[in-house]
């Protein structure tokens, strides 16, 4: 992130391949790992990358009984990926690869349930910046008694780099550097920055533990990036958005495992999905990035254009109907989702959505209390400043989350309305825990929100000592019921047909290997007529 969204945040398949020669033994391996994800009730897809490879190369898969070949090249940086059918729902598989000899470490899957599910359990993730610390909460994801998927929200890679760039001053970050040591562009750029997180063991371990359902946010990328351009690109010096968007996701698809493209999608619109949860839920993962998000307003450039306030001006830019972070495509898919899920019985349709959604835009300094306020730092005392400052206009302050796109956000509550929902939102981005109750502008409860912490990146930390910059946010928005800007860690949620339970698991240090979890705090929800309770 650049300084402006950070201050923001902190203020609240193969085709056919002619046969190959197999190469030396001693020159392959399998150096990131194995994969799974998308997994449906008689699918899964299976992913590794072969390391030493050069030209065109062999491999053989198995999962469980099933087995088969393939090649794969330079075309696609030499990783692999099976969309492996004829499987049994609800059925733990493990799944090897080899090639010249070698043979891959062993990966764990499971395919969705069908019929009658008593309970789904879920890992929610998202914010990974290798420099600034150890994937401690991976490692804490792949040692779980159970998981039956992990959901990533997306940043799970960033691409910055060099010696000042975000998250090099962490005491780890000489000994994590970004590869390579400058900005990402080209497909090259990111094709490495993807192999250099997936040599992590810690991440590894978290892939071949359940199988992953992902979503990217603006760091796969760039940073603030929105249908066309981003934050972080400056085309006289980087070139052109679309080229550099291309590069990205087809490393993107090429690095995780996702199902690729069915004829006639391109990769913006094949990473809008669903997933059935046999008859307990629905998850729907929808993109806010770069199929049709509007450019993001910004304070400086439309609330004080010029160096002076035209409050009017931005409230009606913020309020046009026209602003969207959806397309009408993907809000249509949405409402057929949603509806098929009611009209199935499922007691959940859970969104799986990259920022947060819920209204933060209480001023603080009506909140703080004046023996805290006495305790603040100068640094915290500015970014407060201009917190408060913001918030006594009535005006969002992080315009890049969905309080930038209010209409937009009420398109969706209306879809959430029509269908007689019951929506658990997921929400990543922030680097912070959430428990939101969601309501639309005529005030009415239409879903529950829970928002994981980042894995690695800084969140906003500690207003004063003892005082996290969250606890503020909660007591100056009747939205937030709980806010953790120093944690990191990922959320456990668990969905039974009583009840919706979102575990916030922290980790206790990022800056060593040794560390301990904890649940810092646990949220419920429960099905209450034709929407969902209160958080308890």
């Given at each position: 992130m650049?300084i ?5 945040l902190?203020l609240?398949g193969?085709?056919a391949a002619?046969?190959a020669?197999?190469q ?7 150096r990131?790992g194995v994969?799974?994800g998308?997994?449906?009730q008689d ?13 065109q190369t062999p491999y ?7 087995s088969?070949?393939g090649?794969?090249?330079?075309e ?5 990926k ?6 049994q729902?609800g ?5 090897t690869f ?7 470490p062993?990966?764990?899957t499971?395919?969705?349930?069908a019929g ?14 290798f420099p600034?610390g150890?994937f401690?909460?991976?490692?804490a994801i792949a040692?779980?008694?159970r998981v ?12 910055y780099?060099?010696r000042?760039?975000?998250g090099m001053r ?7 550097p970004?590869?390579?040591d ?7 750029d990111?094709?490495?920055r993807h192999?250099?997180y997936k ?11 359940a199988?992953?359902?992902v979503?990217?946010d ?6 603030d990036?929105f ?6 690109h400056?085309?006289a ?5 679309n ?5 990205a996701?087809k490393?993107?698809?090429?690095w995780m ?7 006639g ?6 990473s809008s999905r669903?997933?059935?949860?046999g008859d307990?839920?629905q ?9 049709a998000r509007d450019?993001?307003l ?10 002076r ?6 409230r009606?830019?913020l309020r ?5 972070m959806?397309g009408?495509a993907?809000?249509a898919?949405?409402?057929q ?7 199935a019985?499922?007691?959940w349709?859970?969104?799986g ?9 209480g001023s603080?300094n009506k909140?703080l209390?004046p023996a805290?306020?006495a305790?603040?730092s100068p640094s915290?005392k500015?970014?407060f400043?201009e ?10 302050v992080a315009?890049d ?9 009420e398109r969706?509550y209306?879809?959430f309305r029509?269908?007689?929902a019951?929506p ?10 959430w428990a939101?109750?969601?309501?639309d502008?005529?005030?009415r409860r239409v879903a529950?929100?829970?928002?994981t912490?980042?894995i690695t ?12 910059w ?5 007591r100056?928005?009747?939205e ?5 800007q120093?944690?990191h860690?990922f959320v456990l ?8 339970r979102?575990d916030?698991?922290?980790?206790s ?5 040794r560390?301990?979890t ?7 929800a429960k099905?209450?007529g034709?929407?969902?309770s209160a958080?308890?």
């Amino acid at each position: 992130m650049r300084i402006d969204r950070r201050r923001a945040l902190a203020l609240l398949g193969l085709g056919a391949a002619a046969p190959a020669k197999a190469q030396p033994a001693e020159q392959l391996a399998f150096r990131h790992g194995v994969a799974s994800g998308d997994p449906l009730q008689d699918r899964v897809v299976i992913w590794t990358r072969i390391s030493g490879a050069t030209g065109q190369t062999p491999y053989r898969w198995r999962l469980g009984d099933r087995s088969g070949e393939g090649v794969t090249g330079p075309e696609r940086d030499h990783t692999v990926k099976v969309d492996v059918t004829g499987l049994q729902p609800g059925q733990e598989y493990r799944f090897t690869f080899e090639a010249g000899g070698v043979r891959s470490p062993e990966g764990r899957t499971k395919t969705l349930p069908a019929g009658a599910t008593r309970d789904v359990v879920l890992a929610v993730a998202s914010c990974t910046l290798f420099p600034n610390g150890y994937f401690n909460a991976y490692r804490a994801i792949a040692d779980l008694p159970r998981v039956d998927a992990v959901l990533h929200l997306g940043d799970y890679i960033y691409e910055y780099g060099g010696r000042d760039s975000y998250g090099m001053r962490s005491p780890v970050a000489s000994l994590r550097p970004h590869e390579p040591d400058r900005e990402i562009v080209s497909l090259a750029d990111y094709r490495a920055r993807h192999a250099q997180y997936k040599s992590d063991p810690d991440l590894q371990a978290a892939h071949a533990r359940a199988p992953w359902i992902v979503a990217w946010d603006d760091h796969e990328t760039a940073n603030d990036s929105f249908s066309g351009g981003a934050e972080n690109h400056t085309a006289a010096s980087e070139g052109d958005w679309n080229a550099r968007k291309a590069a990205a996701l087809k490393a993107y698809f090429e690095w995780m495992p996702i199902r690729d493209p069915a004829p006639g999608q391109d990769f913006v619109q094949a990473s809008s999905r669903a997933f059935r949860f046999g008859d307990l839920a629905q998850l729907i993962m929808i993109e806010t990035r770069l199929a049709a998000r509007d450019k993001q307003l910004t304070h400086k450039s439309d609330l004080f254009p010029g160096g002076r306030l035209d409050l009017e001006g931005f409230r009606r830019k913020l309020r046009d109907p026209a602003r969207r972070m959806m397309g009408p495509a993907q809000e249509a898919w949405i409402a057929q989702e949603l509806a098929a899920s009611v009209n199935a019985g499922h007691a959940w349709q859970v969104i799986g959505n990259q920022v947060v959604m819920a209204r933060v835009d209480g001023s603080p300094n009506k909140v703080l209390k004046p023996a805290e306020a006495a305790k603040i730092s100068p640094s915290a005392k500015r970014r407060f400043d201009e917190r408060a400052e913001i918030a006594a206009l009535g005006v969002p302050v992080a315009l890049d989350m969905w309080d930038g796109y209010p209409l937009d956000r009420e398109r969706l509550y209306g879809l959430f309305r029509q269908a007689k929902a019951r929506p658990v939102v997921l929400s990543g981005d922030s680097h912070s825990f959430w428990a939101n109750e969601l309501h639309d502008d005529s005030g009415r409860r239409v879903a529950c929100e829970f928002g994981t912490t980042s894995i690695t990146s800084p969140g906003a930390g500690e207003l004063a000592p003892g005082l996290d910059w969250g606890e503020v946010v909660a007591r100056a928005n009747k939205e937030v019921r709980y806010n953790n800007q120093t944690a990191h860690g990922f959320v456990l949620l668990t969905l039974t047909r009583n009840e919706a339970r979102a575990d916030m698991v922290a980790v206790s240090t990022i800056h060593d290997r040794r560390f301990k979890t904890r649940a810092v705090k646990t949220f419920r929800a429960k099905p209450e007529g034709q929407g969902v309770s209160a958080l308890a």
